[in-house]
């Protein structure tokens, strides 16, 4: 992926698909794809990347320079891609956000993020964006990162906005998407969609470790597999529960070597899960808004997002019989937040229940041996 371009594929009558490709977001346009179907469009931008290559270079060479904010955030980018700390959704969100950073900000002289007012002048860019606040906080934080990398490199004094006060404070440490949020979202969703939201409300696998989990990690018992979150040296072992059992038997298996599949018979990406998600909360608005015959009416799931699906996970762990420090464990949370999510959504009748289930085939297992 070269640095920095903005992709955009786009659907045509008839099935035909076209593909954009610009050297940045609000750039020059340097690849145009058109073809019958996403799998000959894919061949069809393959057959146009040199091409487009050489016109990205053509494009950003010039701008590389050692003085303004658009060189250094050019630079940085090249630098970003090698970078193996962080994961691929964390490379592809910062891109987005330092387009718009460049596309602002790109004519600053360096020397400019030296002065005692650019901490201020920054935030107050920061806040022309806070009508969406994490996003804004996060292209504030992405420009940081940037600066930050000129100071170790000793090309700025230090960062000007290191420790920036945020705008976005939330604390979404008990929020899950319960039983009744799930049948809103999943009302009228596809197969492939279900099975992925369902898999991860019982692994509380991340988005990337879900869509590239293979089959080859599921094993009798538990699902062992390395997560991308520590660059893939840290293996998680998450129980086979029975639901998690009924799933993973429902699941068909394709020729992909993965256990989530779309509706094409490939591998998730992420932009994929996205969208998926996007239309699901679109098709519950549309239908909560039919029923109460009310356009303002709201579906009830506005608020939460796929992250929220640990949460979930979490209750359904521990209402599979798991103590709480085995669901800290597996989750990699702190203890209290796992209680603050059983006290909010696990009664003690069913958390009872659920200790009764686990002594019990622990008796089994004891009278087999």
């Avoid at 469009?41 to 590389?64: C, K």
């Avoid at 992925?196 to 590239?212: F, K």
């Avoid at 937040?337 to 002594?359: D, F, H, N, P, Q």
Wanted: no cysteine; proline share 4%.
């Amino acid at each position: 992926m070269l640095p920095g371009v903005h992709r955009v594929r786009v659907s045509l009558a008839g099935g035909r698909r076209r593909e954009y490709w610009y050297a940045w977001r609000g750039g020059p346009r340097i690849l145009e794809a058109t073809a019958q179907g996403d799998a000959a469009l894919d061949r069809e931008v393959a057959r146009l990347t040199p091409r487009a290559a050489a016109a990205y270079e053509a494009e950003r060479s010039p701008r590389a320079d050692n003085f303004t904010f658009y060189g250094l955030i050019t630079r940085y980018l090249v630098h970003l891609e090698s970078d193996g700390k962080l994961g691929a959704r964390t490379k592809s969100d910062r891109r987005k956000h330092l387009d718009v950073a460049r596309a602002d900000l790109g004519t600053m002289e360096l020397q400019a993020f030296e002065s005692r007012k650019a901490r201020g002048f920054l935030i107050t860019w920061r806040d022309g964006y806070k009508a969406t606040p994490k996003t804004a906080d996060d292209r504030l934080a992405a420009v940081g990162a940037v600066l930050q990398w000129a100071a170790d490199r000793g090309e700025l004094a230090g960062n000007p906005v290191k420790d920036f006060p945020r705008i976005y404070k939330v604390d979404r440490a008990d929020i899950i998407w319960r039983t009744q949020d799930l049948a809103v979202l999943l009302a009228h969703a596809a197969p492939e969609f279900d099975h992925a939201v369902r898999l991860a409300g019982l692994t509380a696998l991340r988005e990337s470790d879900l869509i590239g989990l293979p089959w080859s990690a599921v094993g009798e018992n538990a699902i062992i597999w390395q997560t991308g979150k520590s660059r893939r040296r840290k293996t998680v072992v998450i129980p086979i529960t029975p639901p998690l059992r009924a799933l993973l038997s429902a699941i068909p298996r394709r020729d992909a070597v993965t256990v989530l599949t779309s509706s094409r018979g490939l591998p998730w990406t992420i932009s994929g899960l996205a969208a998926a998600l996007r239309r699901a909360r679109q098709d519950a608005l549309k239908l909560a808004r039919e029923k109460a015959g009310d356009p303002a009416a709201v579906s009830g799931i506005e608020g939460l997002r796929w992250h929220d699906l640990r949460g979930t996970a979490a209750t359904n762990f521990i209402l599979a019989g798991l103590t709480l420090d085995e669901v800290a464990m597996i989750l990699g949370w702190k203890l209290d937040r796992v209680k603050e999510i059983a006290a909010r959504y696990v009664s003690g009748e069913a958390m009872g229940m659920a200790m009764i289930r686990r002594l019990k085939r622990n008796e089994r297992r004891d009278r087999d041996t």
